[in-house]
Structure formats: structure tokens, C-alpha cells
């Protein structure tokens, strides 16, 4: 257990997954959230829309968190505020632009009144519960984003957020490594906490800037043609690199997609964005200009089935029908789990005429996370007592634990945490809670519904298996059947063959119906079983297959 003056960093999210990044810093009995995001499910997480950190903890101690950090804007970090709103009310503090991103949901789901926003600045400081907490800048895929360095009783703790060093980065706001190297020199850094999810990529991310010289040399070699590019919406410096190239070559530039739509709005208003009036138009007017003077700025990078790109790639645009001679440039690369709606989208748009070009055949991406020789650079400049590695997938933890060792941080000062684990700073170091808090999958379909992990379960054997439902009608007092044993299947064999085996299988149901009934004291409940059992063992033995069994007895 720890004691008074005790440090305590919990991580509910993001520490074996990339997505639903949440940890919880704790002191004086009061807790800081840092982040709280969403993970986009994978395939086999059947009618899943989203993934969130699991709650239950947060829930119990609602009293004691006084507020949430949000490093940046990325759904992976501010994209479950919405939902842990609907339960706890605190205060969210980030920079302006990460704020205004993180809004739109929370107003969307009415909870401003559970909340309030809170600015941060540059280099500023400032008291957020027992801590006082300073905002580092640093260099991501989305503007504006910050480590977090919180002063506490156990010295500083420092959070790299998402970060990359770039150099020439598109807006000149480099990362603050001299702030950091400050810090270390003057406190040291007692716990440094470090984005891993490049980890195990070799060598230094491409700068930002770059891709926009790519970008230029591909609108010069499409000339004449019309041209659609597709990014992250929240990626602004992207869009701002594609909105250059296409002015520069006498293009107008049309947002389409409602999140890219608002966000290019949300961007120019705050002045992060240059895009002049006379080159922007509404994608209802595109119509009115030469195909081969418009640029296209499109939501769906990822091929998310109900994006604008996927819709356009399906022939099914309300204002945009893909035609030969069209330039498609994926500004983007598909993250894990994305690559078969990606491919997908790509193939829908090569055979309605479109050339593609994408990260695969062409430099038109770079990675928002450092690189190995990057993350080696912050650990030497930081230089940290203990050290953990957070955001990425357990490989990308473990490689990063071992670029540490190698920087010379002592072997057992690092360590590889996983969600639900809970790390303590204290006068003796730092110590590790194994599974100190519930971490595990919270599944949302739909607005509200959470899914049990049974539910979800239930689906992938009907998926996977199909369905088998038995009917039966009895009279409980005499043992006579009234009714079936009727057999209805979903997906469970092919018709030609279903015939036949439904006849067996009602024959196998109801001999164990009469030689329970013979067998005396049977009721409704252990008829479903005698049902369910019957079915099972006949299904499971001529087709070697488990489908789902559902007995329905009842009293005719
Ligand atoms: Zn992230
Ligand atoms: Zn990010």
C-alpha cells in the first residue's frame, strides 16, 4: 500500500494496445487524468463501434478526480470524454486547438454542463489539483499537441505525449527539447513516460515538411486532371501542405466530409490554417468549375466504410462520381487493422477509372511518432531514474524498454507496464501494482449500449457457426410431445445438406425427450437442457461444426 507523500500513476488505457490512452496521477488523495481516448475495434469485434478504457475505477473515486489533461487531439486521446462525462464531471485542460477538437462530441452528446474548458499556453504552468503541471511543446500528426511535466512530491514525472522530433515542422513550433534538457539538469527527471509506438522503427521519422515537396511534385505531374487527396481531418499541417500545392497550381480546394468540413473551419478560425477565401468552395458548387482546377480534400483515409472517399470508391457520392482520368493521392497509411477497407477502397476507385497513388507507391505520408534514433535522442536529453514506455502494443513496450537499457538507463528501473498496472513513486523508488484496477475491454455499439464480453461471444459463434433452434411443445403432467421437435437453422449448413441433417436432428431430440420423460421428474427447465445437449452432441457429431444451440421448450 502506498503512503502520505506517495506518487501514483494508473494505467487504464494504452499501454497493449494503440488506442484508449487513459492513465490516472494521483497525490494527496486527489487524481489528474491524463487523456481519455477510443480505440477503433478490430474485425473480429463483431457490430462493435468503439473500444473505451474500463471505467469501473474512475467511477468509484469520481469525487477525487479534479481534472482531466489532454495532451492532444486524436479521438486515441480525447475521443472517451464524452462517454466518462455522462458519470464524473471535472474539468478538461489542453491548448486551444486540442480543445476545440475534443468539443464537437461532448457537445454532440450535451454534456458542456459537465465540464469546462480550460486553455493552456506554451511553456506555461500552472496548478491542476496537487500538482503543478507544465505544457511542453512537442511535434505530432496534429497541431498543438504537449508533453506534460507534473512537479510532484516524488519530483517530476514526465509524459512524452504523441511526439516526433521534427525538425521542420510545417508551423516552425518545433518540440521544446531545451525545456526538457532544462528540467533534467535542474530537478531530473525521477519517471519518464514515452510514446513507443515507432519503437521498433529503425532510424528517424520523415519530417512533415517533406511530404509537402512530394505532394507539389505530384500536383505538377497531374496537371489537367481533377484531383482528389484524402487525410486525417485532425491532421491540419497535411491539409495545409495539400491546400499549397493546389493554390500553387491555380486549384480551388473543397473540404469534403463532415469532420474535415468542420475542422478546416475550426483551423482557419483560430489562424492555424491558411487557405485564402477565393480558393475554397462548398462541395455543392462543384459543379460550377473545371475538374481539372478543383482539389478535393476528402475524409476516409482509412477506408472507414461511411466516409466520402468509401462512398465515392462505391459509386455512391451525392456530389462526386469518380471518373477516368481522376487522381486519387491517400495522403495517409492505414493503421493495423484498417488495410482491407483501405484495399478495398482503393480497388473501387481503380475500376471506376481513378489512378491511386498512396503511401505504397509513393512518399506522400510520414509517421507522427519518433523513430528509434529519435526516442533515443529524448531519453539521453531527459535522462530519467525510472523509466516506462506507454502508447503501443506490447512488442512496441518491450522494444522500447530495451532501447532505454541501452541509453543507460539501469535494468531495473525500467518497466514494462501493461493496463490496469499502477506504478508507485516513493522515497524507495518506484514500485509496481500488478492489475491494481479492472483495465479490460469496455465495448460500445450504438450511442449508449455497452456489450458484455459474453454478448460478443454470442456473435462471433453466430458468426463463425450459424445458429440452430429447437422447438419443442410438451405436456409436463402426461410426457406427451404436442409439438416438433421443429428445427430451424441460420448459417449453419448449406440447404442441399440441411434437409437431411435437420431430420436427424429432430429424431436425436426426440428420443431424449421420450427417455427423459420416462426417466421421470423432468420439468421445463431440464427439458431445455436435455434439448440443448441432444442437439448439440447430433451437430457437433455429423458436421464437427459448433453452431449456437437454442432450445425453446414450452408447455403446449
Ligand atoms: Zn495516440
Ligand atoms: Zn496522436
Not at 489528474?32 to 477510443?38: K, N, P, R, S, T
Not at 525538425?167 to 535542474?186: F, N, Q, S, W, Y
Not at 473545371?290 to 466520402?308: F, M, R, W, Y
Not at 461471444?457 to 445458429?467: F, S, T, Y
Request: aromatic share 6%; net charge negative.
Amino acid at each position: 500500500m502506498s503512503g502520505a507523500g506517495d506518487v501514483r500513476v494508473t494505467f487504464l488505457g494504452g499501454l497493449g494496445e494503440i488506442g484508449r490512452n487513459c492513465a490516472a496521477v494521483e497525490q494527496d488523495g486527489q487524481i489528474v487524468l491524463l487523456d481519455c481516448g477510443l480505440m477503433f475495434p478490430d474485425a473480429d469485434m463483431l457490430g462493435v463501434d468503439l473500444v473505451l478504457p474500463d471505467f469501473t475505477w474512475l467511477r468509484e473515486n469520481a469525487e477525487r478526480v479534479v481534472g482531466c489533461i489532454a495532451t492532444h487531439g486524436h479521438e486515441d486521446h480525447v475521443g472517451g470524454l464524452n462517454y466518462l462525462l455522462r458519470e464524473l464531471s471535472f474539468p478538461i485542460y489542453g491548448s486551444a486547438l486540442t480543445l476545440g477538437l475534443a468539443r464537437g462530441r461532448i457537445e454532440e452528446a450535451g454534456l458542456l454542463d459537465r465540464t469546462e474548458f480550460i486553455p493552456v499556453t506554451d511553456g506555461e504552468r500552472r496548478q491542476i489539483g496537487p500538482f503543478e503541471v507544465e505544457f511542453i511543446p512537442v511535434t505530432h500528426s496534429v497541431p498543438h499537441g504537449f508533453a506534460t511535466v507534473f512537479h510532484t512530491a516524488q519530483g517530476v514525472i514526465l509524459h512524452t505525449g504523441d511526439f516526433k522530433l521534427d525538425l521542420t515542422p510545417v508551423d516552425g513550433r518545433l518540440t521544446d527539447l531545451a525545456l526538457v534538457g532544462a528540467i533534467a539538469k535542474d530537478e531530473g527527471v525521477r519517471l519518464l513516460l514515452s510514446d513507443s509506438t515507432n519503437a521498433d522503427e529503425p532510424g528517424h521519422s520523415r519530417s512533415e515538411s517533406s511530404v509537402g515537396d512530394v505532394l507539389y511534385d505530384l500536383f505538377h505531374a497531374h496537371e489537367g486532371h481533377r484531383i482528389i487527396t484524402t487525410c486525417f481531418a485532425s491532421h491540419i499541417h497535411r491539409v495545409q501542405q495539400i491546400a499549397d500545392a493546389a493554390v500553387a497550381f491555380g486549384r480551388v480546394v473543397a473540404p469534403m466530409g463532415r469532420s474535415m468540413q468542420r475542422n478546416v473551419a475550426l483551423a482557419r478560425e483560430m489562424g492555424l490554417l491558411r487557405i485564402p477565401d477565393a480558393s475554397l468552395i462548398d462541395i455543392a458548387n462543384l459543379g460550377d468549375v473545371d475538374p481539372a482546377k478543383v482539389c478535393v480534400i476528402s475524409t476516409g483515409s482509412q477506408g472507414e466504410p461511411l466516409s466520402a472517399l468509401a462512398l465515392m470508391a462505391a459509386g455512391q457520392h451525392r456530389w462526386l462520381k469518380i471518373e477516368s482520368g481522376d487522381v486519387v493521392i491517400m495522403s495517409s497509411h492505414p493503421i493495423p487493422g484498417n488495410e482491407s477497407n483501405v484495399s478495398r477502397v482503393i480497388n473501387g476507385l481503380v475500376r471506376l477509372g481513378a489512378e491511386v497513388v498512396h503511401s505504397g507507391i509513393s512518399d506522400v505520408h510520414a509517421s507522427g511518432h519518433a523513430k528509434v534514433e529519435e526516442l533515443k535522442t529524448f531519453l539521453s536529453i531527459a535522462s530519467p531514474e525510472w523509466f516506462v514506455p506507454v502508447h503501443g502494443e506490447y512488442r512496441h513496450l518491450a522494444a522500447h524498454a530495451r532501447i532505454a537499457r541501452r541509453m543507460g538507463v539501469a535494468g531495473d528501473h525500467v518497466v514494462v507496464c501493461e493496463d490496469g498496472d499502477r506504478v508507485v513513486l516513493s522515497d524507495d523508488g518506484l514500485s509496481v501494482e500488478r492489475r491494481a484496477v479492472p483495465a479490460g475491454y469496455l465495448y460500445v455499439d450504438g450511442i449508449v449500449g455497452e456489450v458484455s464480453t459474453g454478448v460478443l461471444r454470442d456473435r462471433q459463434v453466430l458468426a463463425e457457426e450459424g445458429v440452430v433452434v429447437v422447438f419443442v411443445g410438451v405436456d409436463v403432467a402426461t410426457g406427451a410431445v404436442l409439438t416438433g421437435p421443429e428445427v430451424i437453422t441460420r448459417g449453419w449448413v448449406h440447404a442441399d445438406e440441411a434437409e437431411h441433417l435437420i431430420d436427424g436432428c429432430r429424431k436425436a431430440v426426440a428420443e431424449a425427450v421420450a427417455g427423459a420423460f420416462e426417466a421421470g421428474g423432468v420439468d421445463i427447465e431440464n427439458l431445455q437442457r436435455v434439448v440443448r445437449r441432444a442437439a448439440g452432441r447430433f451437430v457437433n457429431h455429423e458436421t464437427k461444426r459448433r453452431p449456437m444451440i437454442v432450445p425453446v421448450v414450452m408447455e403446449a
